[in-house]
Each structure stands twice: as structure tokens, then as C-alpha cells.
């Protein structure tokens, strides 16, 4: 069983993935050798991938991983069971060489399938370009994937630790100082809760209706406002739309009411916003910037745009709603997202940007009943596991306000009347939920929130931070 795609002989080697597998099949401690740097989708031959997969999860659990256990777990495996199923296996086992070389073939292993990647996306962009497709799109997908290669290396990279400490001291001393490091929310519980940091990555979840586009808007804003230069990447409504809901955070004029006629009183509200706006370092992406490679082109288009200058800390905030839009490479849905959430932390790197990437969460959660079943986790995000474990933190935007108002009121007296002080008490507000926080601590932040205008705020009595 092979890849669809043909690569000549020197771009694979089964002979090498064979010895790793046989090898680890023999002392399973040999795992622990290479599983910091080799992956199941690094394999050639997608059965030594899946075989790779059971023995990664079954040694893991510390679970014996043998030829008749893993034969057990994949006795369904079409693959396997073409290659001849256990007899296969211990066949691995018995042309393995000596342990002590096991590195060695993985690191062969992941240095073909390097050479692939490289081979494909140069083919691509050789594709794209001779398609007419954008040089700068092009040459962004290859600076992306020079920078993804310099981070797979086996290369040694290193940096004195005086240079790391300098470095990190001169930070301290900008924000002893009181000059701003981090991208400012506009929410300074939020900002207690969570570093928006040059060169790092959140991801800000939530279900329909939670108010994810409303408060990435509040955020852009409040960063705009604070002289931080600020990219929008919009996949789900028009620019336009984009652009009237920004001018609502500002005029205090409903969002709804920009399809209406508007009072002369309102008109002079949106056109006062308008031209705040002008001033503010804010520009949207166009709709045809679909995929990472694109985003990266773009925004080094506005990083050079975007200088620093005085009080102006240039662009600093990548915005995209929302992840689960952008395109990416591979052969499956699940990959193609994966690659993307990897991607945008390459980007956040490379354009030394914070990047808030919105993303939906599990559908089924919107369909609970009890408003405090349905706050959502990291395990509820849609679509790969990835968009866990890629950014340097994990936000999620929750309105129990949205599920009380949506309810069938209780009949029993005392039923409705708990269930009316809930609604009382949720009214205009939203919980911030911090899932995961590389520079801080998990925990919910309780803010105030009016959808009309797009805006998220402080209250005036912030309730302590409520721990999982």
C-alpha cells in the first residue's frame, strides 16, 4: 500500500521504516528514543504509520506492544492484513537490527519525508505560478515551509543563555517602564488573564451566537486605539459587514440598525466613527486571502506598511475569523486543519505578530438544555486536535444570558423564579474562559458585554477568577 502521489526510490525507504518498527517491537523502551521527533504521517507507507500510531498509543498507556498485541488491534487493518497481518509483524521483529541504530533509521525516516514536502511544495508553487496564481502567495508558501523545515531540523540551533536573559531583561525593563509589550484588550481582567504577546497564538472558541467576531472586534479596537497596527482576516462575512460593526463599537450605534434608515442623530454618530476609523491602524484582508501562505504574503505586505514609529508600535495583532475557513494542504479535512493550526503559529514567528485565530466548537454543545452543562473546553473545539496543542493559549467566549432567554419557562413557581434570577444575574455579561495559557494561569474572567455594539468591557465589580 503506497501514497498515490510518485516519488522516485531515493525520496522513500521502507527498508528504513521497517527497522525502526522492527526495532521498537523488540524493546519497546526504544520508543522513547525517537518519539520526540518522529510522527506516524513521516512514514512512506501509511500501514508502517498506522503501525507506528498503535505502538506510540499503546506504550504510552504502558501497554506491552508486541507483534500479537498490535496484530489484535488491527485485525481489521485492510493494509496489514494484505501485508500477511501478525506474520508481517514478526517478521519486523526478527530483521530488526540492533537496537542502538534505531535513531539512526528515524532520523532517515524523517529526513525523506522532508525531502517529499520539499519536492511537493516546490511542484505546487511551480503549478501555481504557471497558473497565474500570485508570485508573492508562491513565495510565501516556500518562506513558510523553510521556516516549518529550520523548526523540524535535526540541527543543532542554539543560543547563549546571556543573549536569552539579555533579551528577556530588556523586555522587563520596557514594561518596568511602562511601555506596552503585549496587545491590550480593552479588558484588563482579560489582560491579567492572558499575554497577548508578539510571536505568540491564541485561539478565541465558542458556539454560534457566543459573540467570538464581536469580541475579537472589541479586542482589534482596543489594540488600534493603543497604537498597536492591526490585520483582520475576514472568511465569514463581507468586508463591508466587517467594516459596519467595527463603526458600531465606535459610534455606539446598534449594529442591526446599518441595514435601516438611520436618524440624522445616528448618521452623525457613524460618520463621526468613520472617521476615527480612518485614523486608526486597522486594514481588513481582502475575501481572496484564503490560505496561511496567503496570510503570510499579505502580512508582510503590512508589516512594511506598518512601521513603528513614536508611540506606534506597528503591526502587531493578526486577526482571522475563523480558522476552520482557511484552506490548507492535505488529503483529508482533519490534516488540512492541523496544518493550518500549525502553520499560524509559523506566521505569528515569522511576522513577530500576536495571532488570534477564531475558531467554532462542537455544535452539539448549543443543543444542552442547562446552561451550565454547556461551557465549553478544549476537548470541544471542531475538527483536530491540533488547534489544542499548537497555540500558546486557548480562549473561549460563553453567554449563559443566550441559553436562559431561550428556554421554555419553568411552570413551578420556584423553578421560574431561580430561573428569572439567573437570567437577572447573567444580563450583560459573558465569561472569558482561559483553557489553556502557556504564560499564565486557566481560570474564567466575568465581563461586561453589549452584542448591540459589538463591545466587551471590565465591570465595575469584578468577581475573583473561578478556577476549573
Known amino acids: 500500500m503506497r501514497h498515490e502521489q510518485n516519488f522516485t526510490a531515493d525520496l522513500f525507504s521502507t527498508e528504513a521504516e521497517q527497522q525502526v518498527l522492527g526495532a521498537i517491537l523488540a524493546n519497546n523502551d526504544r520508543y522513547h528514543d525517537v518519539s520526540s521527533f518522529l510522527r506516524s504521517d513521516q512514514f512512506w507507507d501509511p500501514v508502517h504509520g498506522d503501525i507506528w500510531k498503535n505502538l506510540a498509543v499503546r506504550i504510552e498507556r504502558d501497554h506491552v506492544a508486541c507483534p500479537i498485541t498490535v496484530a489484535t488491534d488491527l485485525a481489521a487493518h485492510d493494509g496489514l492484513t494484505a501485508l500477511g497481518g501478525k506474520k508481517y509483524l514478526q517478521k519486523l521483529l526478527g530483521a530488526s537490527v540492533a537496537g542502538s541504530q534505531v535513531s539512526g533509521y528515524a532520523r532517515m525516516v524523517q529526513d525523506l519525508y522532508q525531502r517529499r514536502v520539499i519536492?511537493?511544495?516546490?511542484?505546487?508553487?511551480?503549478?501555481?505560478?504557471?497558473?497565474?496564481?500570485?508570485?508573492?502567495?508562491?513565495?510565501?508558501?516556500?518562506e513558510l515551509m523553510l521556516h516549518e523545515r529550520e523548526e523540524a531540523s535535526a540541527e543543532?540551533?542554539?543560543?547563549?543563555?546571556?543573549?536569552?536573559?539579555?533579551?528577556?531583561l530588556e523586555q522587563m525593563h520596557q514594561i518596568k517602564a511602562g511601555h506596552q509589550v503585549s496587545v491590550p484588550t480593552g479588558i484588563k481582567a482579560l489582560d491579567d488573564a492572558v499575554s497577548l504577546a508578539p510571536k505568540r497564538y491564541t485561539i478565541l472558541g465558542g458556539g454560534t451566537s457566543m459573540g467570538k467576531t464581536a469580541l475579537s472586534l472589541s479586542i482589534a479596537t482596543a489594540a488600534a486605539r493603543a497604537?498597536?497596527?492591526?490585520?483582520?482576516?475576514?472568511?465569514?462575512?463581507?468586508?463591508?459587514?466587517?467594516?459596519?460593526?467595527?463603526?458600531?463599537?465606535?459610534?455606539?450605534?446598534?449594529?442591526?440598525?446599518?441595514?435601516?434608515?438611520?436618524?440624522?442623530?445616528?448618521?452623525?454618530?457613524?460618520?463621526?466613527?468613520?472617521?476615527?476609523?480612518?485614523?486608526?491602524?486597522?486594514?481588513?484582508?481582502?475575501d481572496r486571502v484564503r490560505d496561511v501562505s496567503a496570510v503570510l504574503s499579505e502580512g508582510k505586505k503590512l508589516?512594511?506598511?506598518?512601521?513603528?514609529?513614536?508611540?506606534?508600535?506597528?503591526?502587531?495583532?493578526?486577526?482571522?475569523?475563523?480558522?476552520?475557513?482557511?484552506?490548507?494542504?492535505?488529503?483529508?479535512?482533519?490534516?488540512?486543519?492541523?496544518?493550518?493550526?500549525?502553520?499560524?503559529?509559523?506566521v505569528a514567528k515569522v511576522l513577530d505578530v500576536h495571532v488570534l485565530a477564531l475558531a467554532q466548537i462542537d455544535r452539539a454543545i448549543g443543543r444542552v438544555s442547562d446552561y451550565n452543562e454547556a461551557r465549553?473546553?478544549?476537548?470541544?473545539?471542531?475538527?483536530?486536535?491540533?488547534?489544542?496543542?499548537?497555540?500558546?493559549?486557548?480562549?473561549?467566549?460563553?453567554r449563559p444570558e443566550y441559553y436562559l432567554t431561550r428556554q421554555t419557562p419553568p411552570k413551578k413557581d420556584d423553578d421560574r423564579a431561580d430561573w428569572e434570577a439567573d437570567i437577572e444575574r447573567w444580563k450583560g455579561k459573558a465569561e472569558i474562559i482561559v483553557g489553556k495559557a502557556r504564560m499564565g494561569e486557566i481560570g474564567t474572567v466575568t465581563v461586561g458585554c453589549d452584542m448591540g455594539y459589538n463591545r466587551f468591557f471590565d465591570l465595575e465589580d469584578q468577581p475573583e477568577e473561578m478556577p476549573f
Open 303 to 346: 508589516k512594511r506598511k506598518m512601521q513603528p514609529n513614536g508611540n506606534f508600535k506597528g503591526f502587531k495583532l493578526l486577526v482571522l475569523d475563523y480558522i476552520q475557513l482557511m484552506r490548507g494542504r492535505g488529503e483529508s479535512a482533519h490534516v488540512r486543519l492541523a496544518q493550518v493550526a500549525n502553520d499560524l503559529k509559523q
Open 119 to 142: 519536492c511537493t511544495r516546490l511542484e505546487a508553487a511551480t503549478s501555481a505560478v504557471k497558473g497565474g496564481h500570485s508570485v508573492d502567495e508562491a513565495a510565501a508558501d516556500l
Open 376 to 398: 465549553p473546553r478544549l476537548a470541544d473545539l471542531r475538527g483536530s486536535g491540533d488547534l489544542e496543542n499548537a497555540p500558546d493559549n486557548v480562549m473561549f467566549v460563553f
Open 156 to 168: 543543532p540551533r542554539t543560543m547563549s543563555f546571556l543573549k536569552a536573559q539579555t533579551r528577556a
Open 227 to 286: 497604537g498597536f497596527g492591526v490585520g483582520f482576516v475576514t472568511l465569514e462575512m463581507p468586508e463591508e459587514d466587517l467594516a459596519n460593526r467595527i463603526n458600531s463599537t465606535i459610534s455606539q450605534v446598534p449594529y442591526k440598525a446599518y441595514d435601516r434608515p438611520m436618524s440624522e442623530n445616528s448618521w452623525s454618530k457613524v460618520v463621526g466613527a468613520a472617521k476615527e476609523l480612518q485614523s486608526l491602524p486597522m486594514e481588513i484582508f481582502s
